[in-house]
C-alpha cells in the first residue's frame, strides 16, 4: 500500500493514496519509506465506533483483517484512536517482523508487489499463515479509550470441592490476580488444573482485568470452551485457533492457541499458558515472544504444567521461580504406572501388513470389555498404516493426526463413545478427557516419545473418579531412558502424594 504523508497540527500523519487530499502534492511512496510518523492526540469529543474499539482494542491486525472500509478506519486514525505501525522494520540491511518477532534472514522473502508497485517489497514467511506482513503492509493498534468489561455480569457458576492440592494452588493464584511476575503451577495429569484456575479467574474478572488462557493444541481450546461457558456464563468469552470464526470478537476472557496470540499487544493482565512444555511452545522462542507481547507489562504470567522442562524445573528448585505442587490427582488416586511389553520388530510386521500379535489381542481385549482406548503411534505413516490394519478386523475404529481435516470430528465422536479405538499421532497426548479409557503406545522407544510425551501419554488413563485406575501399555522393541524415566517420573509424583 502507497502513503503521503504530511504535517497536520504539528504532527507528520500518514494517508492512503486512495483517500489523499488533492491540494497535498506530496509523491505517494511505500508505507516502509515514510521517514517520520505520528498518531495524531486523540479527539475527546469523536464519536468512535464501540465495534471497532472491541474488534481492535489489544490487538495488532492488517487492514484487510478489519472488516470495515480504509475510510472509516483511517477517520478513526486521523481522530487519535488508531495508530499505524510498520509490520516490518528494516535496520542495517536486517529485517524484523513486528508481528511475530522474525529476525532471520531465511525466513523473509520479497516479491514484486502491485499495492506499493516495488519490484522488491520485503515480507515475512513465518508466520505468512494469518496473512502477509510486508514492507507497504500497515499494523492497525487501537490506541483510544480501553474497552470498560461489564464486571456485574461476573459470577462464578461451578458446585464442585477443591482438594486440599488443589486449593492450595488456588489461594496463591488468587492472592497474586492483580500484581505482576510470574507462577508456575506444576500439577500431575489429571489433577484437575482448570478448575484451581476458577477462582483466580473470577477475582480477575471481576477486578474488569482482561484475562488470556493460552495453549498450544487447538483440541484444547475446543475442551475448554464450553466448560469455561458454562462456568462463566455473564462473561464474554471467545476461543480462537486457526480456522475459529471468532477472531474479531471483543472478549474478556480469551482461549486461544498461542500462535493466534501474534495478533495481539498489550491486551492482558493475565495470562495463563497451559501446557507450557509442550510442542510447539518449548521449541519456538518467537511462540514466547507472542505470549510476552500480548500481555501488558504489569500482567502476571501463569505456567501450568505436569512436566516443566529443566530451565524450568531448574528455575523453580532455585527459587527463582514462584511455584507451587499438585502431586496428586484430584480424586485422590495414583497416577496409572505404564506396563513395558515387547513387541518385536512392529515396523517389520507393518511392512508385511500385520500387526504384533499382542498389540492385536490388546485392541481385541478392549473391545470385548468394551473400554474405549487411545492407541498412539509414532508417525502419520505408522498411523495409516495401524488404522487400516484395525478397520479390516474391527469396527468402530478410527485414525486421526494433525492435518486430518475430519480431525475435530474424530475427536468429539471419540468422546461421545460413538469411537471405541483412537489410533493418533502425539497430537492427542494432551488436553482430551475421556472416561473409561485405556493407553497404548506402539513403538515406545521412537525418539518422538520422549519423557514428557510418555508422562502425558500415561495421563490421558484414569482421569475419572468413577474409574480412576486405567491401563497403560508400552508397546516396544527395545526400552530407552525416556520409557525409564517417564515410569520413574510417575512413581515418584505417587510417592510425593503419599500414595
Not at 498450544?216 to 485457533?241: C, N, Q, S
Amino acid at each position: 500500500m502507497r502513503f503521503v504523508s504530511f504535517f497536520v497540527d504539528g504532527k507528520s500523519v500518514a494517508v492512503p493514496e486512495v483517500l489523499k487530499p488533492p491540494d497535498v502534492s506530496t509523491v505517494p511512496v511505500s508505507f516502509h519509506k515514510l521517514q517520520v510518523l505520528d498518531t495524531p492526540d486523540f479527539s475527546e469529543v469523536y464519536p468512535f465506533s464501540a465495534e471497532l474499539q472491541a474488534s481492535l482494542s489489544g490487538k495488532l491486525l492488517l487492514f484487510e483483517e478489519l472488516p470495515y472500509s480504509i475510510d472509516v478506519i483511517h477517520e478513526h486514525y486521523l481522530n487519535g484512536c488508531l495508530a499505524y505501525e510498520k509490520g516490518i522494520e528494516e535496520a542495517g540491511g536486517s529485517f524484523v517482523c513486528k508481528r511475530c518477532g522474525n529476525d532471520k534472514p531465511r525466513l523473509f522473502s520479497s516479491f514484486s508487489c502491485f499495492r506499493c508497485k516495488e519490484r522488491e517489497c520485503v515480507y515475512c514467511r513465518k508466520c505468512l499463515v494469518m496473512g502477509r506482513v510486508s514492507q507497504c503492509t500497515p499494523l492497525v493498534r487501537w490506541c483510544g479509550p480501553e474497552v470498560e468489561w461489564k464486571v456485574n455480569e461476573v459470577r462464578l457458576e461451578w458446585e464442585g470441592k477443591l482438594s486440599a492440592a488443589q486449593r492450595k494452588a488456588s489461594d496463591e493464584l488468587v492472592s497474586r490476580v492483580g500484581g505482576k511476575g510470574e507462577l508456575l503451577i506444576w500439577a500431575v495429569c489429571g489433577a484437575g488444573k482448570t478448575e484451581v484456575l476458577f477462582y483466580g479467574l473470577e477475582r480477575a474478572l471481576k477486578a474488569g482485568l482482561r484475562v488470556c488462557l493460552a495453549t498450544p493444541r487447538t483440541d484444547v481450546v475446543l475442551e475448554l470452551l464450553p466448560r469455561l461457558r458454562k462456568v462463566f456464563p455473564g462473561v464474554t468469552l471467545a476461543g480462537l485457533y486457526g480456522g475459529s470464526e471468532e477472531k474479531l470478537e471483543g472478549a474478556q476472557l480469551v482461549v486461544s492457541t498461542i500462535h493466534q496470540l501474534y495478533r495481539y499487544r498489550d491486551a492482558f493482565d493475565l495470562v495463563v499458558v497451559d501446557e507450557v512444555d509442550a510442542f510447539p511452545y518449548s521449541y519456538d522462542s518467537s511462540l514466547e515472544y507472542a505470549v510476552l507481547q500480548a500481555k501488558k507489562e504489569d500482567a502476571l504470567l501463569v505456567y501450568l504444567s505436569a512436566t516443566p522442562g529443566r530451565k524450568m524445573k531448574k528455575r523453580a528448585v532455585a527459587g527463582g521461580l514462584p511455584h507451587v505442587k499438585i502431586p496428586l490427582r484430584f480424586h485422590g488416586y495414583p497416577l496409572p504406572v505404564p506396563q513395558f511389553v515387547w513387541c518385536g520388530n512392529w515396523k517389520k510386521r507393518l511392512k508385511k501388513g500385520r500387526l504384533p500379535k499382542n498389540v492385536m489381542n490388546w485392541v481385541e481385549h478392549q473391545l470385548e470389555v468394551k473400554r474405549q482406548g487411545f492407541l498412539f503411534v509414532p508417525s502419520v505413516v505408522a498411523l495409516h498404516q495401524v488404522a487400516a490394519l484395525l478397520q479390516a478386523v474391527f469396527p468402530g475404529i478410527e485414525g486421526v493426526h494433525a492435518e486430518d481435516p475430519d480431525r475435530k470430528e474424530k475427536v468429539m465422536k471419540f468422546r461421545n463413545g460413538e469411537i471405541s479405538i483412537l489410533v493418533t499421532t502425539t497430537i492427542l497426548e494432551r488436553g482430551v478427557t475421556v472416561p473409561y479409557t485405556d493407553v497404548a503406545v506402539l513403538g515406545a522407544e521412537e525418539d518422538i516419545f520422549t519423557e514428557s510425551a510418555l508422562v502425558q501419554i500415561s495421563g490421558r488413563a484414569g482421569r475419572s473418579k468413577d474409574d480412576p485406575a486405567g491401563e497403560v501399555v508400552f508397546f516396544h522393541y527395545g526400552k530407552t531412558n525416556a520409557m525409564v524415566d517417564a515410569r520413574r517420573h510417575i512413581e515418584g509424583m505417587n510417592q510425593e502424594a503419599g500414595l
